[in-house]
């Protein structure tokens, strides 16, 4: 196939060969050889997000999302590979789980990596056989909730996964410093003000100062705090933002309601423009969704009941592409936050950019096709988003390896699955 004059994330105006899996050819007024010809003309031809924090919920909790469904939705959103993370059922803790997700994954409709989640009960030896795209995402907590871990196990998956030469991705909030005269209020901004920001800060200070005593990159999931970013920077390690935390704010709470209860949670909106600001000049490595699906019964409770998280894997790079047509970023910082960077922190090569000899895991958009964001007329099985009527700009199509797995305007929109993993693919 040859993609004639896209105009490419640097601004200029490129012809693309896609031949087989690979990019073949980067170029100006390429001949046609005998193959199809697509006019792109006018429209942006970027790298398809990899998307290194989802959570698409099986085994264990399929009535919130499917690997079909999560990865139909991210399809549709432009991201061409996504990390789920292990907080499953089973808990992705050991090669038997591993191998159980991966059956599941067979459902996949883009590419993907398995993370190896770290408990008590972790089996490292069986967990490291299996092909894993990274440790985390580890709750480093000194309570024992859920999958929180203390500090000897934490040391101990830091040189795990130096033995390995895996990244340990870690969700930093630090449960003691926790706002309790919170807990007397019932109303959602109670969640913002009990997970306050100090307890992320104190979290990612702790958790980059025992990894730098060991010489280890870690990179820190969701940072939702300026301070917590400029900390991870500080550190040499790396850090991800959300694309809730850097479009919403606890000011949003009052039409969110329990929808919009997550962790880390909502931030004053004082704090979330330095957040963008330092998404825009660099200081954050890269967005990613944690897309977190629930249905709306079970957010649609109280506060202290509410399960945390949000759905978004399908509009992060809608919602980033309309902050580039509007001059806000630059298209070179959203494919470099989406694609470019995550390829180059979790060592995915041929991945992330359009370059000869890449994969062609590629996005096709029209910059005049801005839409309003419906949940209805998304694909994840979640049905509300929390930014329903926002504007965001979608892909016309999507490729992942060289085979078109969206299209848009298509009777079928989407093809059989093929999703691969990447750490058996060949980078
Ligand atoms: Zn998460």
Known sequence: MLIRNATLAEGDTRDVRVSGERIAAVGDGLDADDERVLDATGKRLLPGMIDVHVHFRQPGFG?????ETGTKSAAA???TTVVDQPNTEPPTV?????DEKLGYAEQAHIDFGINGGVTADWEPA???DRPLFALGEVFLADSTGEMGIDTSLYAEALEQAREHDV??????????????????????DAWSAYRRPQAEQEAVRRACELATERDIQIHVAHTSTPEGIDIAAEHGMTCEVTPHHLFLSREYLSELGTHGVMNPPLRRDTLRSRVYERVADGTVDMIATDHAPHTAEEKDVGVWDAPSGVPGVETVLPLLLVEAERGRLSYERVRDLTAATPADVFDLPDRGRVREGNYADL???????????RADALHTNCPWTPFEGW?????EWTMVRGEQVFE????????????QNVRTTEE
């Open 63 to 67: 009535h919130k999302e499917t690997w």
């Open 363 to 373: 996005v096709l958009v029209d910059p005049d096709a801005v839409t309003e964001i």
């Open 126 to 128: 069986t967990l490291f």
């Open 77 to 79: 959103g432009g991201v």
């Open 167 to 188: 990244t340990v991705t870690v969700h930093a909030e630090d449960e003691t410093l926790f706002n309790e005269s919170a807990r007397e209020r019932d109303d959602a």
């Open 391 to 395: 504007d965001g700009l979608f892909p």
């Open 408 to 419: 848009r305007d298509a009777d079928e929109p989407f093809g059989d699955p093929r999703g």
């Open 94 to 98: 050991d090669g038997a789980a591993v």
